[in-house]
């Protein structure tokens, strides 16, 4: 929960990124001492892997995550989000930040084939308990924006229906707007300029949302912007 509350600092402007960042790793710093207390406590490595995939250290929370997954092969949280970095590594290795949405070569399908199995192990799991288990987890509204985000990924990715994750994600923003949806909709929009759009709104909500400036510059590098891009990727 701490690592949650420290990232909501991001959202304001004037906080120095920096500092918030430094937070959330004070925060995670915790989170690792509590698992040296606790080494056998599958939730811990689960709540240190979230805070690692805020820090985009996509392969450290698949460490965490295979980790508390050995301990309790029932603990369906860690395959659901274990589906998610599975599925931010194939799109970081797509290079969608390059603006192609299409498939760059087959050796990425490992990651959307791996992505699958976890995702249908999590749900199988969880619809295989009466009622189930938290496991001392408390849901909150960064749990909310994810199960949103992996249907959408997964419509996306997976089912191959761009059409209806996009409406998913527009859908959900209208309804609780979140600069997560706001990215997505702007990594997977059909033009330039609709990139740039949704990624404004993204910082809009956030306005030290990195990726959001990353992506943006990387539109503005299409349209041949030189200033606009230096500024945001400063």
């Known amino acids: 929960m701490r690592v949650v509350l420290?990232?909501?600092?991001?959202?304001?402007?004037?906080?120095?990124?920096?500092?918030?960042?430094?937070?959330?790793q004070i925060a995670l710093d915790e989170v690792s001492r509590f698992i040296l207390r606790n080494p056998d406590f599958p939730p811990g490595y689960y709540v240190r892997a979230q805070g690692l995939l805020y820090q985009d250290a996509l392969i450290?929370?698949?460490?965490?995550?295979?980790?508390?997954?050995?301990?309790?092969?029932?603990?369906?949280?860690?395959?659901?989000?274990?589906?998610?970095?599975?599925?931010?590594?194939y799109v970081r290795e797509r290079n969608l930040t390059q603006?192609?949405?299409?498939?760059?070569?087959?050796?990425?399908r490992a990651f959307l084939e791996e992505a699958k199995h976890h995702f249908e192990q999590g749900w199988?799991?969880?619809?295989?308990?009466r009622t189930p288990r938290r496991w001392g987890l408390v849901k909150t509204r960064e749990d909310q924006v994810a199960e949103v985000v992996v249907e959408a990924l997964v419509t996306f990715y997976l089912r191959g229906d761009p059409a209806a994750a996009r409406k998913?994600?527009?859908?959900?923003?209208?309804?609780?707007?979140?600069?997560?949806?706001?990215?997505?909709?702007?990594?997977?929009?059909?033009?330039?300029?609709?990139?740039?759009?949704?990624?404004t709104r993204a910082l809009a909500r956030m306005p030290h949302f990195a990726r959001a400036f990353l992506y943006r510059g990387n539109a503005y590098r299409w349209k041949q912007n030189s200033a606009k891009v230096l500024q945001d990727y400063e």
């Open 60 to 89: 450290q929370a698949e460490q965490d995550l295979n980790r508390a997954i050995a301990l309790d092969p029932q603990f369906f949280p860690a395959h659901r989000l274990w589906g998610r970095v599975k599925l931010e590594r």
């Open 99 to 108: 603006g192609s949405i299409h498939l760059r070569d087959d050796d990425t």
């Open 6 to 24: 420290e990232k909501q600092g991001l959202y304001q402007a004037t906080e120095e990124p920096l500092k918030i960042r430094r937070r959330i």
């Open 168 to 199: 998913m994600l527009r859908n959900a923003d209208e309804t609780e707007p979140s600069e997560v949806y706001r990215n997505w909709l702007g990594t997977w929009a059909e033009s330039v300029d609709e990139r740039i759009e949704w990624q």
């Open 124 to 129: 199988r799991l969880e619809q295989s308990e």
